[in-house]
């Protein structure tokens, strides 16, 4: 999942079902955790096990480690993402949908806007924790675009 979505490729038709959905208040828990945690820090009830969950991979030239990120109308694929705590990592955003969407990590001061069928590219280096991410356009949030990344 670490590579680019070709220019016309084909995308999951829109309307396709989310996977379970992902808590997003609050904005992260210092102490890393499969389950993403409530905004008193009390642990939900981790993802589906049909939740994917996405591993940084190295680029094959040995640079930086990367994530793709497939927006949708309206969820995020993979909903959650596994990537090494105090490393730089290179989140690829691709919209795949009809509509635009944004990338928010809470607790970042970090929020990229991405396009309908266009990509954007953000680096993170994160402390060990669960960090929310969501996309912040009115309403998308609310109806389950969002997920969650572990840094361990």
């Given at each position: 999942?670490?590579?680019?979505?070709?220019?016309?490729?084909?995308?999951?038709?829109?309307?396709?079902?989310?996977?379970?959905?992902?808590?997003?208040?609050?904005?992260?828990?210092?102490?890393?955790?499969?389950?993403?945690?409530?905004?008193?820090?009390?642990?939900?009830?981790?993802?589906?096990?049909?939740?994917?969950?996405?591993?940084?991979?190295?680029?094959?030239d040995g640079g930086m480690l990367s994530e793709t990120i497939g927006m949708f109308d309206i969820?995020?694929?993979?909903?959650?993402?596994?990537?090494?705590?105090?490393?730089?990592?290179?989140?690829?955003?691709?919209?795949?949908?009809?509509?635009?969407?944004?990338?928010?990590?809470?607790?970042?001061?970090?929020?990229?806007?991405?396009?309908?069928?266009?990509?954007?590219?953000?680096?993170?280096?994160?402390?060990?924790?669960?960090?929310?991410?969501?996309?912040?356009?009115?309403?998308?949030?609310?109806?389950?675009?969002?997920?969650?990344?572990?840094?361990?």
């Amino acid at each position: 999942s670490a590579d680019r979505v070709p220019e016309g490729a084909e995308t999951a038709p829109l309307g396709q079902p989310r996977q379970g959905d992902v808590a997003v208040d609050g904005d992260y828990t210092e102490e890393a955790s499969d389950a993403p945690a409530e905004a008193d820090g009390s642990p939900t009830e981790a993802p589906a096990a049909s939740t994917p969950v996405a591993e940084a991979s190295q680029a094959a030239d040995g640079g930086m480690l990367s994530e793709t990120i497939g927006m949708f109308d309206i969820y995020f694929e993979p909903r959650k993402i596994n990537i090494p705590a105090n490393t730089d990592v290179r989140l690829v955003l691709v919209n795949n949908g009809e509509a635009p969407h944004s990338f928010e990590i809470k607790g970042q001061e970090t929020v990229v806007d991405v396009e309908p069928r266009t990509s954007a590219e953000l680096v993170v280096n994160l402390k060990p924790g669960s960090y929310k991410f969501i996309c912040d356009v009115p309403g998308h949030k609310q109806v389950g675009m969002n997920g969650v990344i572990v840094a361990k």
